[in-house]
């Protein structure tokens, strides 16, 4: 079974730093993209980044880039999300997904996904 493991959230200040990580097992990590959705109260879950181990490929939404890296250890496999001038707005619950499918990481933000992780919360003070 695809397990996923999301870590690293917490209580920041606007303009400070986390860093995310999401855990994985239980699939062949190599064979999979993994990516980070979000979701405010009220709002609807968006993707905010996504990486394929299969060919490197990103993907970062716009309300994140320059801010937000996305990487991927494969002898741990684990993804990592730092999140760097966290803003107000940034306040979400967290999500690490996983998907096989080679195309999953597009041009306009990862597809909905085979397996979800847990959530981790994050909440940034102004």
């Known amino acids: 079974d695809v397990q996923l493991q999301a870590s690293g959230g917490g209580l920041v200040q606007a303009g400070g730093s986390l860093r995310l990580s999401c855990a994985a097992s239980?699939?062949?990590?190599?064979?999979?993209?993994i990516a980070w959705f979000r979701q405010a109260p009220g709002k609807e879950r968006e993707g905010v980044s996504c990486?394929?181990?299969?060919?490197?490929?990103?993907y970062y939404a716009d309300s994140v880039k320059g801010r937000f890296t996305i990487s991927s250890d494969n002898a741990k496999n684990t993804v990592y999300l730092q999140m760097n001038s966290l803003k107000p707005e940034d306040t979400a619950v967290y999500y690490c997904?996983?998907?096989?499918?080679?195309?999953?990481?597009?041009?306009?933000?990862?597809?909905?996904?085979?397996?979800w992780g847990q959530g981790t919360q994050v909440t940034v003070s102004s």
């Open positions: 997904a996983a998907d096989p499918r080679h195309y999953y990481c597009t041009d306009y933000g990862p597809l909905r996904p085979g397996s």
């Open positions: 239980g699939f062949t990590f190599d064979d999979y993209a």
């Open positions: 990486i394929s181990n299969m060919d490197g490929i990103t």
